[in-house]
């Protein structure tokens, strides 16, 4: 089984519509992270949360929002889907030790909005 | 704006040669990793470097980091077709509070 498990895979939505995007783990890691990838821009972060309690707007939160549900659950939601926000978008973890720990991915979701 | 920039953006090269890629930064660092992502799929951590190290290896891979230069690359030796994937450096900068900014990448082919 992953490790990092985002649902769904691949996502086709409507403009306006509300969607949300789902990522749990089983490495007990603290920190959780959203990205959005893009063909020739790289991975951008959206949020990230360093605990349960702790939600952080990353470069490009504009249009997104997220709940931490507890240490193994991150969900990422779009309220108002708009078609640049068609997408590969991956959910991460890291640990808090040692310092620098690397991320560990999901395979992503693939959002595209018509 | 991106904090590393990449370079080539894409690099085709045989079986069996070495394949380089570079990467540089624009502030102090703490440390900067590399990854690889096969075609649609989620990134894979290969190496770290921390920022008072100058080279490091993992099997066929060698990391190096000049601070004087905010400059690294990825070496990888005798390559393989099974190299075949996107290549990103991530920086933690001194300032991110541990969030990694990436990279566009480069994408690496190797020809059988």
């Known amino acids: 089984d992953a490790d990092v498990t985002q649902t769904p895979r691949n996502r086709i939505t409507k403009t306006g519509k509300r969607i949300m995007l789902e990522c749990s783990q089983t490495k007990g890691h603290d920190r959780m992270y959203w990205y959005r990838q893009d063909p020739g821009l790289g991975l951008r972060l959206i949020y990230y949360?360093?605990?349960?309690?702790?939600?952080n707007k990353g470069e490009i939160s504009d249009g997104y929002s997220v709940s931490r549900q507890a240490q193994a659950k991150f969900s990422l939601s779009l309220e108002s889907a708009i078609p640049n926000q068609t997408a590969l978008y991956f959910c991460?973890?890291?640990?808090?030790?040692?310092?620098?720990?690397?991320?560990?991915f999901g395979n992503g979701t693939r959002l595209t909005v018509t | 704006s991106q904090q590393g920039e990449e370079d080539p953006q894409a690099l085709s090269i045989q079986e069996g040669e070495n394949a380089t890629m570079n990467c540089s930064y624009k502030t102090s660092i703490n440390n900067l990793q590399w990854y690889r992502q096969n075609s649609g799929r989620g990134l894979v951590h290969l190496i770290l470097?921390?920022?008072?190290?100058r080279e490091k290896h993992s099997g066929r891979l060698r990391v190096t980091l000049d601070t004087s230069k905010k400059s690294s690359s990825l070496l990888i030796t005798a390559s393989r077709a099974a190299d075949t994937a996107s290549y990103f450096c991530?920086?933690?900068?001194?300032?991110?509070?541990?969030?990694?900014?990436f990279g566009e990448g480069t994408q690496l082919t190797v020809n059988p």
């Open positions: 949360s360093f605990d349960v309690k702790d939600i």
């Open positions: 470097i921390r920022s008072n190290e």
């Open positions: 991530a920086t933690d900068r001194e300032t991110s509070g541990s969030r990694l900014t």
């Open positions: 991460a973890t890291s640990g808090l030790w040692p310092v620098g720990s690397p991320l560990h």
